[in-house]
């Protein structure tokens, strides 16, 4: 009767012990910066036309640029995820 407590511990301790491991694992596993809604967030490029005249402005979310172009009175505007203000080639 001993032994089969005794077997029956050990095998309840293997299941715990392996149980705990998985959860640790899956903790390490998980991305804490994925979690965050910062993370989520895109920064860009926001154009802004006014009188035929394209402006950018670098590294904002698409709401800042919406809120900039509602303010500056763009005629038109777009924002481009994750992409820096090019200057069409002609320097500047």
């Known amino acids: ?10 095998r309840w301790l293997r299941r715990a012990g392996l149980a705990l491991l ?3 694992t899956a903790e390490a596993v998980k991305d804490p910066v994925a979690d965050t809604p910062a993370a989520a967030v ?3 490029a926001c154009y802004c036309r006014v ?3 394209l402006e950018c402005t670098a590294d904002l979310t698409e ?3 919406r809120e900039q172009s509602t303010q500056t009175l763009c005629d038109d505007w777009f924002w481009l995820e994750r992409r820096a203000c ?3 080639g002609y320097g500047g």
């Open 1 to 10: 009767m001993w032994s089969m407590s005794k077997r029956g511990g050990w």
């Open 63 to 65: 709401r800042d640029c």
């Open 51 to 53: 009188r035929e005249a």
């Open 42 to 44: 895109f920064r860009g």
């Open 22 to 24: 998985l959860a640790t």
């Open 86 to 88: 090019w200057n069409w």
